[in-house]
């Protein structure tokens, strides 16, 4: 019980300091609104400027519990000694009887349902591994600190600051709490915005469609984001709407906030702010507003922009990396990363809106039935009010294409529903409606359409919830990965490094994981065992250029041609006269147009790296070495793997080099190899899936790799990598 006690306190302090400061920032505005508005909006304001000084007490190394408990404490205080918690007594006009038997006979059964899997421990996929991950490092380390081996640590982390104090206090579902604070809210403001626009009963509609919906349940009560995104972009549109309309001038400085802190939640909602400033430029046709709105927006994105820029040389890293090449995240997997979340593994576009109401699967999670009637918002053009709700629908789903899955389109459903909900329905057929919905939605119906495995919540859980049922048992029963990362957490000493091709929990333990596709580093050992278990990527293909013998102070192997598709890359480049190789030298220095933080893989004498150009074939890129003195060269060889389409490839200023080449015996021994590479990297210890292609060679071969079997744990096994000389019975395969 105490855990539960800890867990409720965790989330209380955090929801209460987000709170107290929004009262304190709220009042200073000098802006009335009905009781109902004021609270969310003083709950996001304050959860914009908490998620800000936690950013600043993780760049000062204060991440401590004492702290987290003293900081909801002192903003208490100081709202009361200020007079802040005092309410305004107008309130909106109450719902008709009818509609409040709607919102509880609806939405009664579902607040059940998600408050105690929000209370149970968290199992969500990516709140266990790096949304929940990054919060306990960072916890760990008293700081905020950058973590270069993933990609995820480099997006602005608004919503992971207000988790951080509840996971310091009450773990991991104290942070799930936090977020389903947000899902509550979501549909508490659209019924207030609709109540204070005389929709009440299009709002009572929409804000239960939207709360029911299966894809928002399940990620409002997990460790993500994207309800709080839906609830900070609603807010900004709901204060822009009230401004249009009173014109006060304090509503602008919480617009500017909020549309800031939208970047801070998610990048894409970045587009609150140009929306904000041309909404208001519109309306005012002056620039004092417009800075304002401007100014407080850019108070909460420039800390974001800053560190990544110190940190990843990148301001909006991980992204953009063509305008801001750095060595942390290639160009050419941001590109394959992108194209893949544009469909996933649907063979088509089209697919998607069958795929997200009805499948739940591939896209991760369903929206229901019901909203194969969304074409029908389109009917409310007709009114001032429909259109204004669908153009910032238009707004918020603009980036959803750049990653298809179903919980980014979370942000734009207020909007989408309200829009629905404006419609002449009849009161009961809206109700009937609604219903439906739920009915459909309810975790016992869904098992009756659409895909059996799909993200989806499966029952209430209060034994769970309320720790009768041990946290172990249900951990081990719905993370999949939950079994392996308490045999790293016991096996792995503090300060080394585990690799694994696919996201694990790490939430849940000490240990860093290095994942293979999540940084530049993953990627580099991920490629090492590819280029040792791939015959296709296997240093296989000698290209050898020979010319008339000359002094040469740098050699330089380039693209004679255009090739948008393909990619080119170098195991090793060796220099040669009179048949000889030319020794490398300290003095050597080595360059590449890009991806140069790798160019020296291509001068290592290693099998299993290489310097892999790190954008499409372009003319004259090209990789290139400066040997300092001149010296008399007569050959350059290229050793490159056969899948290299090595025909298009030259040497600079020797246009007369005749090219041949020819197939060779890869060396032996490269599975350990690759495994001293990995020591080199600080990575001792690997954890293998069954489900990967590696996993029965490993098991198979594991004195060929240096390797010892720590334990299996379900489908995954841990193994420690033996250092050089402490296993003799090392074969050279």
């Known amino acids: 019980?105490?855990?539960?006690?800890?867990?409720?306190?965790?989330?209380?302090?955090?929801?209460?300091?987000?709170?107290?400061?929004?009262?304190?920032?709220?009042?200073?505005?000098?802006?009335?609104?009905?009781?109902e508005e004021e609270i969310a909006f003083s709950f996001l304001l304050g959860a914009a400027g908490y998620a800000m000084i936690l950013f600043g007490l993780g760049l000062a190394h204060g991440y401590y519990r004492g702290v987290f408990f003293a900081l909801p404490v002192a903003l208490g205080l100081a709202a009361w000694r200020l007079g802040a918690l005092v309410l305004?007594?107008?309130?909106?006009?109450?719902?008709?009887?009818?509609?409040?038997?709607?919102?509880w006979f609806v939405g009664g059964p579902f607040a059940v349902l998600y408050l105690s899997n929000a209370m149970a421990p968290e199992i969500s996929p990516d709140g266990s591994t790096y949304h929940l991950g990054l919060v306990a490092r960072y916890y760990r380390e008293h700081a905020m600190v950058p973590v270069h081996t993933s990609i995820y640590a480099a997006l602005s982390q608004g919503v992971e600051m207000l988790f951080l104090p509840a996971f310091a206090i009450g773990r991991h579902s104290a942070a799930g709490m936090v977020h389903a604070t947000f899902l509550f809210l979501v549909p508490w403001m659209m019924l207030t915005w609709a109540r204070r626009r005389g929709h009440a009963a299009a709002g009572v509609g929409a804000a239960l469609i939207v709360f029911v919906t299966p894809v928002v349940g399940v990620d409002g009560i997990s460790a993500y984001n994207d309800l709080a995104a839906a609830a900070v972009v609603f807010a900004v549109f709901a204060l822009l709407d009230r401004w249009d309309e009173t014109r006060e001038p304090g509503l602008l400085y919480a617009i500017g906030v909020l549309a800031g802190f939208s970047y801070g939640v998610k990048y894409t909602l970045a587009l609150a702010v140009p929306m904000a400033l041309a909404w208001v430029g519109w309306r005012e046709r002056k620039w004092r507003p417009v800075l304002v709105v401007a100014g407080c927006a850019a108070l909460m994105i420039l800390p974001w922009m800053i560190r990544n820029a110190?940190?990843?040389?990148?301001?909006?890293?991980?992204?953009?990396?063509?305008?801001?090449?750095?060595?942390?995240v290639h160009q050419w997997f941001e590109r394959e990363y992108t194209l893949s979340m544009k469909t996933y593994t649907l063979p088509s576009r089209w697919m998607i809106p069958w795929e997200v109401t009805m499948q739940g699967q591939t896209l991760g999670g369903r929206l229901g039935p019901l909203f194969l009637l969304a074409p029908l918002a389109l009917w409310s053009l007709r009114t001032a009010l429909g259109r204004r709700l669908l153009l910032v629908w238009a707004v918020f789903s603009a980036t959803y294409f750049s990653n298809v899955g179903t919980r980014f389109l979370i942000p734009g459903l207020p909007f989408l529903t309200l829009a629905l909900g404006l419609l002449p329905w009849p009161r009961a057929l809206l109700g009937a409606v609604v219903v439906a919905h739920a009915i459909l939605s309810w975790p016992d119906a869904m098992k009756w359409y659409g895909e059996r495995y799909g993200w989806r919540l499966e029952k209430v859980v209060w034994r769970e919830a309320l720790r009768i049922k041990p946290a172990e048992d249900f951990?081990?029963?719905?993370?999949?990965?939950?079994?392996?990362?308490?045999l790293v957490d016991a096996g792995?000493?503090?300060?080394?490094?585990?690799?694994?091709?696919?996201?694990?929990?790490?939430?849940?333990?000490?240990?860093?994981?290095?994942?293979g596709f999540q940084s530049a580093q993953g990627e580099i050992l991920r490629d090492a065992v590819n280029n040792a278990l791939r015959e296709e990527r296997k240093p296989g293909l000698q290209v050898r250029y020979s010319f008339p013998a000359r002094p040469l102070t740098q050699v330089r192997a380039m693209v004679g041609r255009e090739w948008p598709e393909a990619r080119w890359s170098v195991h090793e480049m060796r220099v040669f006269h009179a048949g000889k190789e030319i020794p490398r030298s300290p003095h050597w220095r080595v360059r590449a147009d890009s991806a140069a933080e790798t160019a020296p893989f291509a001068f290592d004498n290693s099998p299993v790296t290489r310097w892999s150009a790190d954008v499409p074939w372009k003319k004259n890129h090209g990789l290139t070495v400066d040997l300092g003195l001149a010296q008399t060269v007569d050959e350059v060889m290229l050793e490159m793997s056969p899948d290299q389409p090595w025909e298009g490839i030259?040497?600079?200023?020797?246009?007369?080099?005749?090219?041949?080449?020819?197939?060779?015996?890869?060396?032996?021994?490269?599975r350990r190899i690759v495994m001293e590479e990995f020591l080199a990297q600080n990575v001792h210890?690997?954890?293998?899936?069954?489900?990967?292609?590696?996993?029965?060679?490993?098991?198979?071969?594991?004195?060929?790799?240096?390797?010892?079997?720590?334990?299996?744990?379900?489908?995954?096994?841990?193994?420690?990598?033996?250092?050089?000389?402490?296993?003799?019975?090392?074969i050279n395969r």
């Open 1 to 35: 019980m105490s855990e539960v006690i800890y867990l409720l306190l965790g989330w209380a302090a955090t929801v209460g300091g987000c709170y107290a400061l929004g009262r304190i920032l709220w009042s200073r505005l000098r802006v009335r609104l009905g009781r």
């Open 475 to 486: 951990l081990r029963n719905h993370l999949p990965s939950y079994p392996i990362v308490r």
């Open 685 to 730: 210890y690997i954890v293998a899936a069954a489900d990967e292609y590696w996993y029965r060679d490993l098991r198979m071969r594991m004195d060929y790799w240096g390797l010892e079997d720590l334990g299996t744990r379900g489908n995954h096994t841990l193994y420690r990598i033996l250092l050089p000389g402490e296993n003799p019975r090392i």
């Open 310 to 328: 110190v940190w990843w040389q990148n301001p909006v890293a991980p992204l953009f990396n063509a305008w801001f090449p750095n060595p942390y």
């Open 650 to 670: 030259v040497l600079d200023g020797i246009p007369e080099a005749k090219i041949s080449a020819r197939h060779v015996p890869p060396p032996t021994g490269l």
């Open 492 to 515: 792995v000493p503090a300060g080394r490094r585990v690799f694994s091709f696919q996201q694990i929990a790490d939430a849940y333990c000490h240990a860093e994981i290095l994942v």
């Open 88 to 103: 305004p007594a107008e309130r909106l006009a109450p719902l008709q009887p009818g509609l409040r038997r709607l919102l």
